[in-house]
């Protein structure tokens, strides 16, 4: 436990630095290698690189559409309903994130709109792993669903038997996801970005993963022409602000359930109750033992931090400073806290809101910026998936109305082609009136 008032500032700031990301020349030499491989040559390079880092030999790259409709007679009943309710609700959410279309009359005759249209292709990743990632299937398939994207592209690593499980082909078929790829890693970013015989590029990758991942999506975003891509992304994190009152057995919960994804992820509470952080700490150590993913948690929380502050509002300015991916708040009056906090991805609010609410069913995104991104990222949400662009219309009196306008700043900035853009509309209407009046 840290008494963060006895810190000066360099000390508070080191208390509040992330756990190191993976950032050296040799993963960034290994992605850049992998991309070449995939830009020469294409899907052989893909079926290579998936035999070397899944130790699977792949035939067709491309998932069977039968795969994705006999997946719901694979799955129990259970998560079935499961699934249904977290889409239902994701979707409902996202729905109501739809915006609208603008259109104004600035001056008379000169009408100025803002329109929305879809991305036209987006490419979802879905990390492998020990457990199939159903849920973030449900995040970016439902938004880019619900925000009318034509083309929905998935990409994720094969299973040891060359296939996909069946709680991710349900979900993607909810979706109206039916282009799905054996393919991870950065190899799989690389084909997104890129473009293979099998996969057509997109124009925007979304989705988490490992290192690897993480690179590889911020080198194809930097070639010309290239995606997009949705954030950073660095391990998953959370903060704990608790009040005296809070319930230790939920905050260590809180705590836990964000450890257990990586042993690079980071956990912080942040108390004016040193009670409640001791107590806390002891409830931490009890589940530890509960869980299946222990040593990874224990891993994660070797890095935790239990900072005493000497007030709520001081508390609250330290997660400020933080930039937390997840903020929950447990204190009496938690919503109160609301207004006075500024930099989060997503906050829960309550002892009865757990952050796996967000991970899962409640509705909301659980693609968030970390690694202190909160400050000028968002969560994903539809207008990721969604883009803007304006249109203007200008009558012959609209342009008489702000001709004079647009010369004179043309002609500031000392662009004449601007300027004469303008001035030879403007004659031509002089012309065409004089000759009215002949």
Partial sequence: MQTWSSLNQGQQQALLSRPAMADNDALSNTVADIIQQVAKKGDEALRQLTARFDGVELGELALATGQLACAVNEISNEVKAAIDTAYANIHAFHRAQKPSDVKVETAPGVVCELKHAPLDSVGLYIPGGSAPLISTVLMLGVTAQVAGCPRKVLCTPPNKQGNVPAEIRYAASLCDIDEV?????????????LGTDTIVKVDKIFGPGNSFVT???????????????????????????????????????????????????????????????????????????????????????????????????????????YAPEHLIIQVEEARACLPKLRNAGSIFVGQWSPESAGDYASGTNHVLPTYGYARNYSSLGLADFIRRYTVQELSAAGLQNIGSAIMDLAQAEGLDAHKQAVALRLAALNNLTGDDCE
């Fill in 181 to 193: 790829y054996l393919v991870g890693g950065a190899q799989a970013i690389a084909a997104l970005a």
């Fill in 215 to 321: 690179e590889a999506k911020q080198q194809v975003s930097r070639i010309p022409a290239g995606p997009a891509i949705d954030m950073p992304a660095g391990p998953s994190e959370v903060l704990v602000i608790a009040d005296g009152k809070a319930n230790p057995v939920f905050v260590a919960s809180d705590l836990l359930s964000q450890a257990e994804h990586g042993a690079d992820s980071q956990a912080i509470l942040v108390s004016d109750s040193q009670a409640l952080i001791q107590a806390t700490e002891q409830e931490v150590e009890r589940q530890l033992m509960t869980l299946s993913r222990q040593d990874t948690a224990r891993k994660a929380m070797s890095h935790s931090r239990y900072i005493l502050t000497e007030s709520l509002d001081s508390a609250i300015e330290v997660s400020n400073q």
